[in-house]
């Protein structure tokens, strides 16, 4: 077996994020097939019509067409260990989805080629810039009709201010897609709708010169349409430069069609080799290099109830530096105390198996008995280190939320604080009232409906929902006597389930009243789960 810092290297972790429908979980469960790691595409559950991904484990996601929480799936193919981060497409799961990129090395964004870029995929690419995060981006759907190539790669660069690089070019599209043009191998990979998305695509070595082998392949018209492209793109176009796409400047961008398994392996081949290994991270100032001798992971996602037959709760850490063991302890930095990691597993979307060892780069989920938050840091007893926590950011929707069967007030708490431990939803209460009320807060307002629907199947815990009317949350800074606080009337002062401050508005009028009545306070819209 490799020693483990070459299992180190061979490893590549990425997220696949985009806009709901634009092709990222059919593209996902493509390059799992390659990887051996499922035998088909989706799982068939009655009729046909009903396949959902792999990937989408929650009864609530097949239901709807649509993820809503994060999977992690691990599997190997042509030498790499390859992790695979599939994110919330549903803009209102948007925080999940930015924990998930704290924990890739890079990131690959499907966007529908009729479609373009589109708001989620918009919000999702700044938070990758924020983070230098390098971008490989797929242009699926090539099988239908679609907006012309220059005009996508224009929006991609226009949009994001970073160059593009088209490793491969359109020939056509919809009924007239005949394939793509490799620019690297200056090669052509030809596409008939006969293969079904089943065998694998042989390319044709063919020159551009050679103009009646190209005639046969995609015909007259086609062909002088891609020669004149190929001219254009290779006078006009970005110069390849590797340094430039590992520092987030410069996109590889991909056309293909994941339904149709067109343009997958190719990409998933060049991916491989463009995408950088395992790369540091800050603790503090210091730089924690992934080939360091000392183990260090971060939590950046809790989830209960993956698995009915379990229903246990996971941590889900990313490997930042050195080799897990399994028979060892570590320390748990928040929490001060040295533990093993109990029930250490690798996993596919809901389906797990028990690890010994892992790697950095690894994503690995371990049972929490309820004692890890996310943003936590589990290190060697003897290290000095902490990953800066994740930031919860403002929710945007409040609710008020109470049990209908007041029976079931312990199945109500735990449930409740379970799935706010998840970060999926905050909660609140007003302090010293005795009010028993919990008051919900959401980024997206489809999370009320996960949390109904979650409480309701997993913890048999009936809801009333009532919308609130404040519109902006804010955290107080410091150490504040907030009952002396000058507020508005209908301002409110609430506390998280950590006993952290925060002031709840129904406007921005009201923000600056509390500046203007309370000289020296301090207010800001997220807060640092350390």
């Known amino acids: 077996m490799a020693n483990w810092k070459e299992e180190i290297n061979r490893r590549r972790t990425f997220a696949i994020i985009s806009h709901p429908d634009a092709g990222k979980t059919t593209l996902t469960e493509k ?25 989408d484990w929650m009864e609530l996601e097949k239901q709807r067409g649509i993820s809503v929480t ?21 803009q209102d799961f948007s925080e999940d989805t930015y924990r998930t990129l704290m924990a890739a090395d890079s990131a690959v964004m499907v966007i529908d ?13 700044r938070i990758c810039a924020m983070r230098h995060i390098p971008i490989f981006t797929f242009i699926n759907k090539l099988d239908r009709e679609a907006r012309s190539p220059y005009d996508l790669l224009e929006e991609l660069e226009k949009e994001f201010g970073i160059g593009t690089y088209p490793m491969n070019w359109p020939i056509g599209c919809g009924q007239d897609f005949k394939g793509v043009y490799d620019r690297q191998a200056r090669r052509i990979l030809a596409f008939t709708e006969f293969h079904s998305g089943q065998s694998r695509i042989q390319a044709v070595d063919c020159s551009l010169d ?22 254009l793109v290779d006078g006009a176009g970005y110069d390849f430069d590797l340094e430039a796409v590992r520092e987030g400047l410069l996109s590889p961008v991909f056309f293909g069609s994941a339904l149709n398994n067109f343009g997958v392996e190719p990409f998933l081949k060049a991916f491989l080799e463009m995408a950088s290994p395992p790369l540091p991270r800050l603790s503090g100032t210091e730089e924690i290099r992934p080939d360091s001798d000392v183990f260090s992971a971060f939590v950046f996602k809790i989830q209960a109830n993956m698995n009915k037959a379990h229903r246990d709760r996971i941590a889900f850490m990313r490997i930042c530096s050195g080799r897990f063991d399994r028979e060892k302890e570590y320390l748990h930095v928040q929490g001060g105390k040295l533990l093993r990691l109990p029930q250490p597993q690798q996993l596919m979307a809901s389906d797990r198996a028990v690890i010994d060892v892992a790697y950095a780069g690894d994503i690995i989920g371990v049972f929490d008995p309820g004692i890890f938050s996310i943003g936590d840091t589990v290190c060697e007893k003897d290290a000095d280190i902490r990953y800066e926590g994740i930031p919860s950011f403002a929710p945007e929707h409040f609710a008020s939320v109470e049990r209908i069967d007041t029976m079931k007030r312990k199945q109500f708490e735990k449930g409740i604080l379970q799935i706010a431990q998840e970060g999926a939803i905050q909660i609140f209460h007003e ?24 409480l309701r199947t997993e913890y048999g815990v009936e809801i009333r929902r009532r919308a609130l009317p404040y519109e902006i949350i804010r955290w107080i800074v410091g150490d504040v006597d907030v009952s002396s606080l000058n507020l508005t009337s209908d301002t ?4 998280d389930f950590r006993g952290n401050n925060l002031l709840l508005f129904t406007s921005s009028w009201c923000i600056d009243w509390a500046f203007s009545k309370n000289p020296g306070l301090e207010l800001r819209a997220f807060n640092h789960n350390e």
């Open 210 to 231: 050679d103009t009646a082998l190209l005639d046969e392949l995609i015909g007259e018209r086609l062909r002088r349409t891609l020669t004149d492209d190929i001219e």
């Open 492 to 495: 409110r002062w609430v506390q």
């Open 31 to 55: 390059l799992l097939l390659y990887g051996g790691a499922i035998q088909q595409a989706g799982s068939v559950k009655g009729k046909a019509s009903a396949r959902h991904a792999v990937s």
């Open 431 to 454: 302090p010293h009232t005795g009010v028993e009320e919990v008051i919900v807060g959401v980024v997206g307002v489809l999370q009320f409906e996960v949390l109904e629907y979650r």
């Open 70 to 90: 994060s999977s992690v799936m691990q599997f190997e193919y042509d030498g790499y260990c390859i992790n695979i981060l599939d994110t919330p497409g549903h």
């Open 113 to 125: 080629a009729a479609k373009g870029i589109e708001p989620q995929t918009r919000k999702l690419f």
